[in-house]
């Protein structure tokens, strides 16, 4: 599977002017918000919680953004969908990546905006990467959709894999072979 990189900006006129790019440290207050939302409208969607992000600063959101290799989706209304990018740098693993923290807004979905999103961070996986990794709240059936629509296929089913106050989630680990 050939793969293109991400252009820096890609508009699309036909989908508002939605542009997909890696977002920088400037983009770290729009990130910030779009994550914290992500976390208190969609708590078992994530290993991380809204109770934990919420105090830290606005440095240490643009520090992530300039660490980590987060792709965001743009329109006229600012950011409205993210996706991350995770590459092993460990010579045993360097081979695995992980796709990790999707959201899309609410109000911005049913547009194809995270088929874009997970479109381009499969491309820019990198030549070394074979296979990338993910998991999903096994009951949300339009996430896993989605990640099977782009070639995910279910590996392993991880129970109680996430608690929120006295509920349980079971987690689909999910992998996609791209060498």
Same mark, same amino acid.
């Given at each position: 599977?050939?793969?293109?990189?991400?252009?820096?900006?890609?508009?699309?006129?036909?989908?508002?002017?939605?542009?997909?790019?890696?977002?920088?440290?400037?983009?770290?207050?729009?990130?910030?918000?779009?994550?914290?939302? +992500?976390?208190?409208? =969609?708590?078992? +969607?994530?290993?991380?919680?809204?109770?934990?992000?919420?105090?830290?600063?606005?440095? =240490?959101?643009?520090?992530?953004?300039?660490?980590?290799?987060?792709?965001?989706?743009?329109? %006229?209304?600012?950011?409205?969908?993210?996706?991350?990018?995770?590459?092993?740098?460990?010579?045993?693993?360097?081979?695995?990546?992980?796709?990790?923290?999707?959201?899309?807004?609410?109000?911005?979905?049913?547009?194809?905006?995270?088929?874009?999103?997970?479109?381009?961070?499969?491309?820019?996986?990198?030549?070394? %990467?074979?296979?990338?990794?993910?998991?999903?709240?096994?009951?949300?059936?339009?996430?896993?959709?989605?990640? =099977?629509?782009?070639?995910?296929?279910?590996?392993?089913?991880?129970?109680?894999?996430?608690?929120?106050?006295?509920?349980?989630?079971?987690?689909?680990?999910?992998?996609? =072979?791209?060498?």
């Amino acid at each position: 599977m050939k793969r293109a990189a991400v252009a820096p900006h890609f508009e699309d006129p036909g989908m508002d002017s939605l542009s997909l790019r890696r977002l920088s440290g400037d983009d770290a207050p729009a990130y910030r918000d779009l994550r914290l939302e +992500a976390l208190r409208l =969609e708590p078992q +969607a994530f290993g991380s919680s809204w109770e934990e992000e919420a105090p830290r600063s606005m440095a =240490e959101f643009a520090t992530r953004l300039v660490d980590t290799h987060v792709i965001g989706a743009l329109t %006229v209304a600012g950011l409205v969908g993210m996706v991350g990018l995770q590459r092993s740098n460990r010579v045993k693993t360097v081979h695995i990546g992980s796709i990790w923290g999707m959201y899309v807004r609410p109000a911005a979905r049913g547009r194809g905006i995270g088929r874009r999103l997970l479109t381009a961070a499969i491309a820019e996986a990198g030549p070394e %990467v074979r296979s990338l990794r993910l998991a999903v709240e096994a009951e949300n059936l339009p996430a896993r959709r989605l990640y =099977e629509s782009v070639g995910f296929v279910a590996w392993a089913r991880e129970a109680e894999a996430l608690r929120i106050g006295d509920t349980f989630h079971d987690e689909i680990l999910m992998r996609l =072979e791209i060498r």
